[in-house]
């Protein structure tokens, strides 16, 4: 499959994040002053996910107003859209955002209404999905997904934890996670990027749809047949993983080891701008080193399309399209 190939199959992109993924454009034209991309994204050269994480600080400063945040969402959907994507579901986190000129539930509307918007214009759909970040009072992020209840199946599909997972095991958030449970919503967990494969065990116990990343749990035969058995998505996000040495350079990229042992791997952005890439970048990129087929790229859009938080009408769609 060639670069033109890629761009007309109808992908998905799971895991996006808001913030990590909006233009040097909009940035320029939002904050009043210019950028370089080395400013804004990282190289091969990063050294880890902590040096990776410092490239948000100029986003958040633009997700300042609600008027930004929708219009940085709408940015983002006409990126996927440009390149394929029929459904994506971004993730944001609503306490980055939220101040006192500017309400938790404000800035979950302001995302909404920019999917909306996006939907609308440029021949996509979308999901949001709200993030608790590790750093954040346990309390604070249960207030928030009690907020993000209320928009539940009206524009965001699940719950999402990120972070500095190293330092913040999954333990820490056993509670965070019944209430999530209780209150019925679907949730995904960034765990195995820069964490242990505790991390992955511990989020499947609490009752996560997907991970995020899920990277080390790659020679655990006995997480891998888990991951299998109980049908856990796997949100894959190759460029980042090699830029945050989740996965070393010399390490084959193990997508296609997990696609062909029948768990439902897929393939994700993570960042579109501080990793200045897209889903058909992601592709091409394992492609080249040799890592993937046709076969297995195809595979990883059908299962996107299962595990997906989308309504069975838009995962009816996107079986047709395909």
Same mark, same amino acid.
């Given at each position: 499959?060639?670069?033109?190939?890629?761009? &007309?199959?109808?992908?998905?992109?799971?895991?996006?994040?808001?913030?990590?993924?909006?233009? &040097?454009?909009?940035?320029?034209?939002?904050?009043?002053?210019?950028?370089?991309?080395? %400013?804004? #994204?990282?190289?091969? +050269?990063? =050294?880890?996910?902590?040096?990776? !994480?410092?490239?948000?600080?100029? *986003?958040?400063?633009?997700?300042?107003?609600?008027?930004?945040? &929708?219009?940085?969402?709408?940015?983002?959907?006409?990126?996927?859209?440009?390149?394929?994507?029929?459904?994506?579901?971004?993730?944001?986190? *609503?306490?980055?955002?939220?101040?006192? #000129?500017?309400?938790?539930?404000?800035?979950?509307?302001?995302?909404? %209404?920019?999917?909306?918007?996006?939907?609308?214009?440029? =021949?996509?759909?979308?999901?949001?999905?709200? $993030?608790?970040?590790?750093?954040? *009072?346990?309390? +604070?992020?249960?207030?928030?997904?009690?907020?993000?209840? %209320?928009?539940?199946?009206?524009?965001?599909?699940? !719950?999402?934890?990120?972070?500095?997972?190293?330092?913040?095991?999954?333990?820490?958030? &056993?509670?965070?996670?019944?209430?999530?449970?209780?209150?019925?919503?679907?949730?995904?967990?960034?765990?195995?990027?820069?964490? *242990?494969?505790?991390?992955?065990?511990?989020?499947?116990?609490? /009752?996560?749809?997907?991970?995020?990343?899920?990277?080390?749990?790659?020679?655990?035969?006995? !997480?891998?047949?888990?991951?299998?058995?109980?049908? @856990?998505? @796997?949100?894959? $996000?190759?460029?980042? =993983?090699?830029?945050?040495?989740?996965?070393?350079?010399?390490?084959?990229?193990?997508?296609?080891?997990?696609?062909?042992? /029948?768990?439902?791997?897929?393939?994700?952005?993570? =960042?579109? !701008?501080?990793?200045?890439?897209?889903?058909?970048?992601?592709?091409?990129?394992?492609?080249?080193?040799?890592?993937?087929? +046709?076969?297995?790229?195809?595979?990883?859009?059908?299962?996107?399309?299962?595990? #997906?938080?989308?309504? +069975?009408? @838009?995962?009816?769609?996107?079986?047709?399209?395909?």
């Amino acid at each position: 499959m060639n670069r033109e190939d890629i761009i &007309k199959l109808p992908k998905l992109d799971l895991h996006c994040h808001l913030d990590g993924s909006l233009s &040097k454009v909009f940035l320029e034209k939002t904050l009043g002053r210019n950028f370089t991309m080395e %400013e804004l #994204s990282v190289s091969m +050269d990063c =050294n880890s996910l902590v040096e990776y !994480l410092k490239k948000f600080d100029i *986003p958040l400063e633009a997700m300042n107003t609600q008027e930004n945040i &929708k219009a940085a969402t709408v940015e983002v959907m006409k990126s996927a859209s440009d390149e394929g994507v029929k459904y994506i579901e971004i993730r944001f986190a *609503p306490l980055l955002s939220a101040s006192n #000129s500017m309400s938790t539930k404000a800035v979950i509307e302001a995302v909404i %209404e920019g999917i909306q918007e996006g939907s609308e214009l440029f =021949n996509i759909h979308g999901n949001a999905i709200c $993030c608790a970040m590790t750093h954040q *009072p346990i309390e +604070d992020s249960k207030s928030m997904f009690k907020i993000a209840r %209320e928009y539940y199946g009206s524009g965001v599909a699940g !719950l999402d934890l990120a972070g500095d997972e190293a330092n913040h095991p999954i333990g820490e958030f &056993k509670e965070l996670f019944g209430f999530a449970r209780e209150l019925g919503m679907n949730f995904t967990i960034h765990a195995g990027e820069a964490g *242990p494969k505790s991390n992955i065990k511990g989020a499947i116990d609490y /009752g996560a749809k997907r991970i995020g990343h899920g990277i080390a749990m790659r020679n655990d035969e006995e !997480l891998l047949k888990l991951a299998k058995d109980k049908g @856990i998505g @796997i949100e894959m $996000c190759p460029i980042s =993983n090699y830029q945050t040495k989740a996965v070393l350079k010399e390490q084959t990229y193990p997508y296609a080891d997990y696609i062909r042992r /029948g768990i439902l791997a897929t393939i994700n952005t993570d =960042n579109r !701008l501080v990793s200045n890439t897209s889903i058909t970048n992601e592709i091409l990129f394992l492609q080249k080193k040799s890592m993937i087929d +046709d076969r297995d790229i195809l595979q990883g859009i059908k299962n996107a399309i299962e595990v #997906s938080f989308a309504s +069975d009408d @838009i995962k009816n769609m996107l079986w047709k399209e395909l």
